[in-house]
């Protein structure tokens, strides 16, 4: 399987959204090992967006996220539930999105070129939370309601 994820610079944000969640749901339609979904999403969603750090967060237990595949400069390992911004879209069981990082208290900080965050819950097919799909970017309020509705779709359509 070759599959790109480059689109047109013209495409605005929620068409660029609409032509990757295409591409994204032919390239995940014979895949259901978890791992390789995640990884394959972080890389897709790397290649189409240019996002400075994106990947997921795993519930290794009640308490604690650990580290999941990714695409972009190495990060954090372990976030406690309600900590950071992963840990608080996990324990409020929604999408969050941080348009300054610095004026969210308690950020987690795993790489000082971030500057603003989205967040959103992984659910299982039986809408339980398993973890979060995190993207930062190095600019300030670099993701709007295109990005929740559009990342929203993609961890969506991975939940089958
Ligand atoms: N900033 C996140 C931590 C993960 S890194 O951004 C990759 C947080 O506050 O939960």
Aim: proline letters at 4%; one cysteine or more.
């Amino acid at each position: 399987m070759e599959q790109s994820f480059t689109y047109a610079p013209s495409l605005t944000k929620a068409e660029r959204y609409a032509a990757f969640l295409e591409d994204y749901r032919l390239m995940i339609s014979d895949e259901d090992d978890r791992i390789s979904l995640l990884a394959n999403t972080a890389a897709a969603l790397h290649e189409a967006f240019g996002f400075f750090w994106v990947g997921f967060y795993l519930t290794a237990d009640a308490e604690w996220l650990h580290l999941g595949p990714f695409q972009g400069p190495v990060a954090c390992t372990r976030i406690r539930r309600g900590r950071g911004v992963c840990g608080t879209a996990w324990a409020e069981e929604r999408t969050i999105i941080v348009p300054d990082v610095d004026r969210f208290p308690g950020h987690i900080a795993c790489s000082s070129a971030s500057r603003s965050e989205i967040v959103v819950p992984l659910r299982d097919r039986h809408g339980h939370i398993y973890g979060v799909l995190d993207i930062d970017s190095e600019r300030l309020y670099a993701f709007d309601d295109d990005d929740r509705c559009g990342l929203e779709a993609v961890v969506e359509a991975m939940a089958g």
